[in-house]
C-alpha cells in the first residue's frame, strides 16, 4: 500500500460547481496536512495546509483532515475555470527534516 | 523576479551521456530541494539540502549527484543518462527544513533518447 493514495481523475466540473477532492494515507505520524495546485507546464505552488485534524478555510477553499480516518479533503466552492489545475495532497510527520510525501495529483477541469 | 529557476528548461540527450541542470533561489532560503515528477505526474523527492549539507537522500541511483556551492544554488549532475530518467525535474526552496511552503521552480522536462 502506498503512504499517500489520492485518485488521479481526470475530474471535469461545469462553472460553479462544488469540487471535492480527497487522499488517503496509510502512516499515522504524518501531522501536517498540505494542498498544492499545479497548473500546466508549472511547478506545484502552496495552496493550503493544516496540522493535525480538523478544518481551514481561506476563500473558496476548504481543507479538512480527520486523522482517525486517515482520510484529507479540499472543497473548491463556486469552482472557477482558472481553478483547472493538478491538485496535489502531499504531508509529512513532525521532525527537523522529515520530507514531503506527495500524492499522484488530481486533474481538474472546470468547464466554462 | 524569479524566486526559483532552473536552467535548462528543455534537455534531450541520448542514452548514456552525462547532463546537469542547474537551480537557484534568491528567496534568502535556508533548504533546497530536487524533485522528479514522471510522466504519471508522481512527484519524488530525492535530495534535500540544508545550508550545504546534504539532509535527505532517497534511494536514487548514485548516477545522480546533487551538488549544493552555496545556499542559494542546488545543482543535478547526472551521468550515463538512461530512459527512465526521462521525466520532469523540479527544484524548491524553503525558507528553513520542514517548513510545510515550498517554493518550485519551472522544471527541466529531460528526455532521454
Known amino acids: 500500500q502506498k503512504e499517500v493514495e489520492q485518485d488521479p481523475g481526470p475530474l471535469s466540473v461545469p462553472e460553479g460547481a462544488i469540487v471535492s477532492l480527497n487522499c488517503t494515507y496509510s502512516n499515522s505520524a504524518f501531522q501536517y496536512f498540505m494542498w498544492y495546485r499545479q497548473y500546466s507546464r508549472k511547478g506545484p505552488e502552496l495552496l493550503m495546509y493544516?496540522?493535525?485534524?480538523g478544518n481551514k478555510e481561506d476563500g473558496r477553499f476548504t481543507a479538512q483532515v480527520d486523522k482517525s480516518s486517515k482520510y484529507i479533503s479540499l472543497f473548491i466552492r463556486d469552482s472557477q475555470p482558472s481553478d483547472s489545475a493538478t491538485y496535489l495532497c502531499?504531508?509529512?510527520?513532525?521532525?527537523?527534516?522529515?520530507?514531503?510525501?506527495f500524492g499522484k495529483g488530481t486533474k481538474l477541469t472546470v468547464n466554462p | 523576479d524569479t524566486a526559483v529557476s532552473q536552467t535548462p528548461k528543455y534537455l534531450v540527450t541520448q542514452m548514456g551521456n552525462d547532463k546537469s541542470i542547474k537551480c537557484e533561489q534568491n528567496l534568502g532560503h535556508d533548504t533546497m530541494y530536487w524533485y522528479k515528477q514522471d510522466s504519471k505526474k508522481f512527484l519524488k523527492i530525492m535530495f534535500s539540502?540544508?545550508?550545504?549539507?546534504?539532509?535527505i537522500n532517497e534511494t536514487v541511483p548514485n548516477r545522480f549527484s546533487p551538488k549544493s556551492p552555496d545556499k542559494a544554488h542546488l545543482n543535478l549532475h547526472i551521468n550515463s543518462l538512461e530512459l527512465g530518467d526521462s521525466a520532469v525535474y523540479f527544484c524548491?526552496?524553503?525558507?528553513?527544513?520542514?517548513?510545510?511552503?515550498?517554493?518550485f521552480g519551472p522544471g527541466t522536462r529531460l528526455t532521454v533518447l
Open positions: 493544516t496540522y493535525s485534524s
Open positions: 539540502y540544508n545550508n550545504k549539507e546534504l539532509i
Open positions: 524548491a526552496s524553503s525558507a528553513r527544513i520542514s517548513y510545510n511552503e515550498q517554493f
Open positions: 502531499a504531508m509529512r510527520s513532525q521532525g527537523g527534516s522529515e520530507k514531503l510525501v
